[in-house]
């Protein structure tokens, strides 16, 4: 329900449609005997208390009583009752059943039942979709509200946004049941068009003048209902410190710990270090205490501990993955093993103290162990408050169109004809291509059988086509899940009922656990070296410059080599001859659709091998761009030249960042003033200031995240070694 006035009512109301078992959740009706298996209820949210309770219901319906589908009974609505309010529903309801069969003492004792549980939070529903059944049963539904001063509501099933959605309906309906449209007996054939959102006019000519309190009673419903997530709140679990110390001084003792190590065993060894021990420490305290103000110490022991584990148990860990990698204090945890100084790597790229979201850091195990990590994560905070999450798999461009073709009975060779001239991608929006390919458009316009399929894929395309569980989304509450949000039971596994961006919106903490199979082709290899040599492979301090390893690259050999064996990266190899580390970081970032197409690839290597001329707009660019040969290549590299250029803070940086890689065009030109402005007080030409701004945000929209391809160039470097 949403509200068609402006009145004093909250945007949204929080609810579910349930199935209700007419007996016990545990039963099983039979089938082939017509035995009821349920009935349908509408449960709204008053208040939190109702939103943890439908929270258990729902989760109840899949863990207990899934038959055929997810059900709940009468005892669990007694138990979760509190903060709830209940619509008898549509003529699938309980209500409904009993009169529609003559059965009114059966209608009136549950009427009773809902009345004495649920007390004036119990409401008779009224509905008229101008079908046969709900002419027959509006008039017993009004006596008997009138008979047991149950108090009424209007409503409207709303199984498509508008009218003209209907047919479309029909189409999904005959996918979910593998059906054809030209089947006149196929299950739950249209019987109306009338199951759209409906306007508060339409509604009250509907049913108006029969029962005028019903329409009165949705604002009196709607104002019951005030529920509202606490979004930009965190729930962290509790993290058991050793002793009487707290969670931050156990923190930061980790990280001060893990930065004498790294002085003794990296920085005492290493030569020819961009940075000083001194910028190494200023660093690292300025990274404990943003942590800190932030409140994620917890956060980090999580991971560190859950890396603790894995590496005690002889699991390998990858080296990092994602922007956690320019976070100096996940280096000395042990949490990532790049040293972001020593790469230019941006702390404010992976947590911006000036916009405060929870940290995702996500990690790579051995492919074959990765489910014994999931198994400590539940040991360790409680199998009640770890899941893994779900996942809705969307009806996309191509699979609308090929799905609706054979729903349709369209010839496959047309159809796949039709489908072949849609872009690849999970982004591709088909209205998008229709308004960008013309060959596409002329195969639409040559068939009317062609029009109507598309018509119908524009109004499904996006819509949940089914479930599954996301490859390695998991999420860990302080308290049992079903007190943040209701739990799904797909054919394996528990998981949760919101996808990952839902879960981070309600500020439980999420983490890919990700089982890499790279991972698990360096064990095996380092332990045959072991048993046939008898030889230790130290992965972690490999010589970064070794001849026979860039030969490799250089050769173009990389078969089963980690982001390094397509044909294409090979050819790229042959032509660019890496000879370091930042040169395999760059050709990682680079080999990707965006920049292949747009040329920089290409530009690259022509740099590199002396073919085209490096210049720089101001000579302070060249520190920036050197590794990359003047070109724009990694989102850090933005944040950088804003910080040189324009005197931004990093938390500045990131912003202009984040708007430019995500082409949000209503912000620019108020980020583009601020740049010139900036750049102005500091004395640099207006013209070459705007030429440069220009240049950032075309290479902004191919920026890649140089923390991951730096943690993934060091794998493969690894990989190669081997």
């Known amino acids: 329900l949403r509200r068609q006035r402006q009145m004093c009512i909250r945007d949204s109301i929080i609810g579910a449609e349930l199935y209700l078992a007419p007996g016990s959740r545990f039963d099983r009706p039979n089938r082939r005997e017509d035995e009821q298996n349920y009935f349908h209820l509408l449960v709204l949210v008053r208040n939190a208390q109702g939103y943890r309770n439908l929270c258990e219901l729902i989760t109840a319906s899949y863990l207990e009583g899934f038959y055929r589908k997810p059900r709940i009974d009468k005892e669990l609505l007694e138990k979760y009752k509190d903060g709830l309010l209940v619509m ?74 508008t009218r003209e959605d209907a047919e479309a309906r029909e189409i999904l309906i ?82 001060l710990e893990g930065f004498e190590r790294i002085q003794h065993q990296y920085l005492a060894k290493a030569k020819h270090l961009k940075h000083s021990r001194k910028e190494y420490q200023e660093r690292l305290l300025y990274e404990i205490e943003k942590i800190r103000d932030m409140g994620f110490p917890s956060y980090f022991l999580i991971v560190w501990d859950i890396i603790r584990h894995a590496r005690e148990s002889g699991i390998p860990v990858g080296p990092g993955r994602g922007s956690v990698v320019g976070s100096l204090v996940a280096f000395v945890m042990g949490i990532t093993h790049i040293d972001p100084l020593e790469y230019d790597l941006i702390f404010e790229r992976f947590l911006n103290p000036e916009r405060v979201s ?24 409680g199998e009640d408050n770890v899941a893994q999450i779900v996942t809705f798999n969307r009806m996309k461009a191509k699979l609308a169109i090929r799905d609706i073709g054979r729903v349709m009975e369209v010839k496959l060779a ?96 999420k983490m890919d656990i990700l089982g890499l199979k790279t991972l698990t082709i360096i064990r095996n290899i380092i332990q045959e070296v072991r048993e046939r040599e008898g030889k230790a492979v130290d992965l972690e301090n490999l010589n970064l410059l070794d001849a026979k390893t860039f030969k490799i690259f250089q050769k173009g050999e990389t078969d089963g080599i980690f982001q390094f064996e397509s044909s294409g990266m090979r050819d790229y190899l042959k032509k660019s001859k890496p000879t370091r580390i930042e040169d395999l970081i760059v050709l990682n970032a680079l080999y990707r659709p965006g920049p292949l197409q747009s040329g920089m690839a290409d530009v690259y290597v022509n740099r590199k091998l002396g073919r085209e001329k490096v210049t720089y707009i101001f000579p302070e660019l060249e520190e920036i761009l050197k590794d990359t040969w003047g070109i724009i290549v990694f989102q850090e590299q933005v944040m950088q030249i804003s910080v040189r250029i324009a005197g931004f803070s990093m938390s500045e940086a990131d912003e202009m960042r984040k708007i430019m890689g995500k082409k949000d065009v209503a912000k620019v030109p108020a980020l583009e003033k601020k740049f010139l402005e900036r750049a102005a007080r500091k004395g640099y030409d207006k013209k ?24 993934y160039a060091y794998l493969a470097f690894q990989t190669a070694f081997l």
């Open 688 to 711: 070459k200031v705007e030429e440069l701004f220009s240049q950032m945000k075309t290479f902004a929209e191919y920026g890649f995240n140089k923390s991951h391809s730096t943690a």
């Open 414 to 509: 047309d159809v796949n004809r039709l489908a072949k001239l849609v872009p690849e991608g999970p982004k591709v929006e088909l209205k998008d291509a229709i308004d960008k390919i013309p060959d596409l458009q002329r195969e639409i316009q040559h068939s009317p059988e062609f029009i109507k399929l598309i018509n119908y894929a524009l109004r499904l395309e996006n819509n949940i086509r089914n479930t599954g569980k996301h490859a390695a989304g998991v999420v860990i509450a302080p308290r049992k899940l079903t007190e943040f949000m209701p739990l799904y039971k797909t054919r394996e596994d528990i998981t949760t009922h919101f996808e990952k961006e839902e879960v981070e919106n309600i500020g439980l903490l």
């Open 358 to 381: 929870l940290p995702d850091i996500d990690i790579d195990f051995d492919a074959e162990r990765r489910e014994e990590i999931i198994a400590y994560i539940r040991a360790k905070y």
């Open 88 to 161: 008898s529903a549509c003529i699938q309801g309980e209500l409904p059943h009993y009169l529609l069969r003559g059965q009114l003492e059966k209608a009136r004792a549950a009427a009773r039942w809902y009345r004495e549980t649920f007390k004036d939070d119990f409401f008779i529903e009224l509905q008229d979709h101008g079908l046969a059944e709900q002419q027959q049963v509006l008039p017993l539904l009004l006596e008997l509200a009138g008979e047991m001063d149950i108090p009424l509501a209007a409503s409207n099933d709303v199984h498509y946004l």
């Open 174 to 255: 005959c996918l979910q049941t593998t059906d054809v449209i030209s089947n006149p007996d196929r299950p739950m054939k249209k019987e109306t068009d009338q199951m759209y959102f409906k306007s508060s006019e339409e509604m009250a000519a509907l049913l108006g003048q029969r029962a005028p309190q019903a329409l009165a009673n949705t604002f009196e419903i709607a104002s019951r209902c005030n529920f509202e997530f606490k979004l930009k709140k965190y729930f962290l679990p509790e993290f058991k410190t050793p002793g009487r110390l707290s969670v931050d001084d156990f923190f930061e003792k980790l990280c």
